[in-house]
């Protein structure tokens, strides 16, 4: 059992940046590949960005490519997204997730554990 607090949201000018953090507790974390989605109003949640439980391999979403970085610190049971150069379309809550494969990381149904989600907004 994984549970998932996330913080760092907040309001944020177009071009300004957030980091995102994500705590986890449970004795499995390290074991974890680690995501973080978005859904915006009216809109499907999405992928945005995962790492896998040993750090070495990042993945993201074509739209914050180049943009946001994603980062786990296994010893104190974190992860982080940096998100740079913010666009007012980048507005969403944001959330954490926790799965035990990387399989299918882009695929909402395939995470097995939630945050409950942070608010970020962008202003133009």
């Known amino acids: 059992q994984v549970q998932l607090v996330e913080s760092g949201g907040g309001l944020v000018q177009a071009g300004g940046s957030l980091r995102l953090s994500c705590a986890a507790s449970?004795?499995?974390?390290?074991?974890?590949?680690m995501g973080w989605f978005r859904q915006a109003p009216g809109k499907e949640r999405e992928f945005v960005s995962a790492?896998?439980?040993?750090?070495?391999?990042?993945y993201y979403a074509d739209s914050v490519k180049g943009r946001f970085t994603i980062s786990r610190d296994n010893a104190r049971n974190t992860v982080h997204l940096q998100m740079n150069s913010l666009k007012p379309e980048d507005t969403a809550v944001y959330y954490c997730?926790?799965?035990?494969?990387?399989?299918?990381?882009?695929?909402?149904?395939?995470?097995?554990?939630w945050g409950q989600g942070t608010q970020v907004t962008v202003s133009s």
């Open positions: 790492v896998s439980w040993s750090a070495g391999n990042t």
């Open positions: 997730a926790a799965k035990p494969a990387v399989l299918s990381i882009v695929v909402v149904r395939t995470w097995n554990y």
């Open positions: 449970g004795r499995a974390f390290s074991s974890y590949t």
